[in-house]
């Protein structure tokens, strides 16, 4: 968080000019989940591939941790990833990073943990070594790079974010496509919080008593927006019709600094409108 808490850096924030290219990554980084989350009705599935969390091009604090989440085909591969070795290369100097297990949707995709061994150095370019691991993988939220790159900001994030405006249901979207129904629900919040943050979701049935296990899985936040639920082709939290769910928000930033306290929230899921005869 870089809001002027003491005992916090003040070197991190990054300057004018890199805040209006942190606005231009976090929209383009929108409209990137936007297609892929909830797809217009006339587009086909995503490709299989990756994705990287923060979005490639943004910048992070020096000591940021990475999540990747396979998508498809490559969800799998993704999830046997926990234990290997990556690296985020600069010119004259390299950071090993360690991929830890983090979490598996209800529908198929895989999230994991890249965590730096030491801090990057700032105001630099780093580039990490996908193809270490994932050879030719394709980077679906990237820039156009064939590696993904970040830029360094000029210090370590330390401190938690706090809430400005708890977790709140804003609306429900259903939609029929093509391929097949998509159902979400968007969560808006408000952090004092300038680097990309997640929100870390349980997710349980409500009124509804029945076996359903509990989901547990992570949504990018973008400009206070995350959404809860799947589409055609699959997603992170698989929603049934007009049931009532639990959801217990936990928040946490780019360096994995995690705020709680939120009340769970419930909530329907969207129904689909009856179809004319």
Known sequence: MWDGVRGVSRRWPPTPGRRRLGGLVRLV???????LFVPPAHAACPADGVQLFPAPGSVVPTNTRLLLEGVGSLSEKVGELPGRILRMQTEGHEVEVRVQRGWTSTLGR????????????????????LDDVLPGVKVLNSMGHSLPEWNSGRGQ??????????????EGIFRRTRE?????????????????????????????????????????????????GHGACGGAFALEDGKSYRAK?????????????????????????????
């Not at 980084?29 to 297609?35: A, E, N, S, V």
């Not at 943990?113 to 780093?126: D, N």
């Not at 097949?180 to 409500?206: H, I, N, W």
């Open 249 to 277: 928000i936990d928040v946490f930033d780019a360096a994995g600094n995690l705020v709680q306290g939120a009340a769970p929230l419930q909530f329907e899921a969207p129904v689909a409108p009856k179809e004319n005869p």
């Open 29 to 35: 980084g929108l409209l990137l989940t936007l297609c």
């Open 157 to 170: 994030d330390l401190a938690r974010p706090r809430w400005l405006k708890r977790p709140v249901v804003s």
């Open 180 to 228: 097949g129904s998509e159902r979400f629900v968007k969560l808006r919040m408000s952090l004092s919080e300038d680097s990309p943050a997640y929100a870390q979701v349980t997710l349980s049935r409500g009124k509804d008593k029945d076996n359903m296990a509990p989901q547990h899985y992570v949504l990018p936040l973008h400009d206070g927006v995350a959404l809860l």
């Open 110 to 129: 895989t999230l994991v943990i890249l965590r730096l061994s030491s801090p990057l150095k700032p105001g630099l370019v780093y580039t990490l070594r």
